[in-house]
């Protein structure tokens, strides 16, 4: 049984750029969630998706937005990037919200 | 606001002694709580979840506690292992919000 996969593991861009990071949830699961983890810091989160929309949004700018497809697999979009963008960016899936399995996250450089 | 502290100091343990991690909490109710493992360059993996009304938990050479009048959780790793070296975080949850909100992790360093 595959657990929680993401793409692509690292990613470097340019300030202004865009970036479009994916996630596959473990198998059984129907809610997806994105966190972003700056050095020496825990996640924070930035959204979580339910049945294909938005269910929850953390204190982010609109730059970033997301999307789940029929499948539950979930994208999120950063756009005009920032140099403080930097950061491992985590997908989480969940059945039960109080159990969630994280990915092995997306390593972005902003330069 | 809410807030959640884990010591941010670095611990550093003798192989085979316990480990008790600390997660403490402000301006937060929570329906539960969680810890997880945190590798450098990795995701979080999820070792344990208590619930409000549960007092402690364990799991193997695990143990939880979780106390809701002083907003605090203890994390133990028994007989710990240079194995167990890593972050350890703790992530609060309740009902009404799905989102968890989590500590700054804690290092722990076990020497052989």
């Known amino acids: 049984d595959a657990g929680v996969t993401q793409s692509p593991t690292h990613l470097i861009k340019t300030r202004g750029q865009q970036v479009t990071l994916r996630c596959s949830p473990k198998?059984?699961?129907?809610?997806v969630s994105w966190y972003q983890q700056a050095l020496g810091q825990g996640p924070q989160f930035i959204f979580q998706y339910y049945e294909e929309e938005e269910r929850q949004r953390g204190n982010f700018p609109d730059r970033f937005s997301g999307h789940q497809f029929p499948n539950y697999s979930s994208e999120l979009n950063v756009n005009a990037l920032l140099l403080g963008d930097s950061a491992l960016y985590l997908c989480?899936?969940?059945?039960?919200?109080?159990?969630?399995?994280f990915g092995p996250g997306t390593r972005l450089t902003v330069t | 606001s809410q807030k959640i502290e884990q010591n941010s100091e670095a611990l550093n343990i003798q192989e085979g002694k316990t480990a008790t991690l600390t997660c403490n909490y402000t301006n937060y109710s929570p329906a539960y709580l969680q810890w997880y493992r945190q590798d450098p360059g990795r995701g979080p993996v999820f070792l344990l979840l208590i619930r409000e009304n549960e007092k402690e938990k364990r799991k193997e050479r695990l143990k939880v506690t979780f106390d809701t009048t002083l907003k605090q959780s203890l994390f133990h790793i028994t007989a710990s292992q240079p194995a167990d070296s890593a972050t350890y975080l703790c992530?609060?949850?309740?009902?009404?919000?799905?989102?968890?909100?989590f500590g700054s992790g804690t290092r722990l360093q076990v020497q052989p």
């Open positions: 198998s059984g699961h129907d809610t």
């Open positions: 989480a899936s969940s059945y039960d919200p109080a159990e969630q399995y």
């Open positions: 992530a609060l949850g309740d009902t009404g919000r799905r989102a968890l909100t």
